[in-house]
């Protein structure tokens, strides 16, 4: 569902010569041969059936360079270190330049699109480290990765094991992003340097360790953690967050840059209506913030409980009782802010989920218990 945005952005094209086509996507199982491939083309009311991967440096270069086309002054190598909401009205933002220059900018309405440094969401004191899901991630760069072969070689693979699940996502140059998202108790059982636990984890995983059999890894392992979060709100008086500056979910189906993107798209309208009608303002932002936290919560459902024996085995056997494959296609696909017909099959899905959680009790309330847990612990990756 990004792809109607970038075309209505321009860049469509641009992004297609750097990316990856991806027309689908694989999950594997922890603990036996069973494999599930959904195409994305069979998706429930969506109209476009594929994808891109791309080098995040590169896509965000060509945005950047959409953005000063259309008019926007860039200023590179320089980093906001403080805003202000002047009573009289308008924002001052503070910055300093690698140089060490203070440098001042006035202006009437602030967006925040500061991703994961959640800038005013830490100014205001309003980010919360989500509750009910805390894990934490390692990951790195290999070169030579068996692919999947033939039309399928860009589908992200998702490969289930004992403490998490891992990501294998094919890039255009050859090179393949391979993550590992796991509890923190299993992070913090780490004894050996960062590269060797890192292998160590993907050996867990025999199917994802026999595709990198031949494969080289390209740079050092980069851990984070704790990085599930959400803002208390969205937007105020002057002021709007956008995509990971309001909240970061895990990576599961691949959300973050589309979350960023349409609530971009969404947040412009609003933005404009704040400054040209600001009686409306109150209202608009309301809706933009319902709009977006609807989304995410769509997609927070199922990523929280993916690990689950019930939830896992309804994706790695897939069945389109009541249109339910095709709905979950359509999620996949991103398709959760408009009015479709994947509602209902949705629904049934969340139903038989809770059925079989309850024909399969005891793995349930197992993994219910790690879960919470891995909630309670804290990491620290710095």
Not at 76 to 88: G, I, K, L, N, S
Not at 192 to 203: A, G, R, V
Not at 341 to 370: D, E, G, H, V, W
Request: net charge positive; with cysteine.
């Amino acid at each position: 569902m990004n792809l109607p945005l970038l075309e209505k952005l321009g860049v469509k094209d641009e992004v297609a010569r750097i990316g990856m086509l991806k027309p689908g996507a694989e999950f594997v199982s922890a603990h036996d041969d069973r494999k599930a491939n959904f195409q994305f083309a069979n998706a429930l009311d969506t109209d476009v059936g594929y994808a891109y991967q791309v080098r995040r440096s590169e896509f965000d270069f060509i945005l950047l360079k959409n953005a000063i086309s259309a008019g926007a002054a860039v200023i590179e190598e320089c980093r906001v270190t403080d805003v202000e909401f002047p009573a009289e009205g308008g924002v001052v933002a503070k910055g300093q330049d690698q140089q060490g220059r203070q440098q001042l900018w006035h202006a009437k309405f602030l967006v925040d699109a500061s991703g994961r440094d959640t800038f005013l969401a830490r100014k205001f004191g309003i980010k919360r480290r989500n509750a009910d899901h805390n894990t934490a991630a390692l990951y790195s760069h290999f070169k030579g990765a068996r692919r999947l072969e033939g039309v399928a070689e860009g589908n992200i693979s998702v490969f289930f094991f004992d403490h998490g699940w891992f990501w294998f996502i094919p890039l255009s140059d050859g090179i393949t992003s391979v993550g590992a998202v796991c509890h923190p108790n299993y992070m913090k059982s780490r004894k050996s340097d960062l590269t060797t636990f890192f292998l160590e984890t993907i050996s867990l995983a025999p199917a994802l360790e026999k595709r990198l059999q031949s494969a080289q890894m390209e740079m050092p392992p980069i851990g984070t953690g704790n990085y599930v979060y959400r803002a208390d709100r969205m937007g105020g008086d002057r002021y709007i967050l956008l995509g990971d500056s309001f909240a970061f979910v895990d990576p599961m189906f691949s959300t973050g840059v589309y979350m960023a993107m349409t609530s971009a798209f969404l947040g412009a309208d609003v933005v404009e209506t704040c400054l040209r009608e600001p009686k409306k303002a109150a209202r608009a932002m309301k809706k933009f913030e319902t709009t977006m936290r609807r989304g995410v919560d769509t997609f927070c459902w199922y990523i929280y409980r993916i690990t689950t024996p019930a939830l896992s085995n309804l994706f790695l056997g897939p069945k389109n009782y009541f249109r339910m494959e095709e709905a979950l296609l359509a999620l996949l696909a991103g398709n959760v802010f408009r009015k479709t017909r994947a509602t209902l099959p949705l629904l049934m899905f969340k139903c038989i989920y809770y059925i079989n959680s309850l024909l399969t009790l005891r793995q349930s309330l197992t993994a219910r218990r790690m879960r919470r847990h891995a909630v309670g612990i804290s990491l620290n990756t710095d």
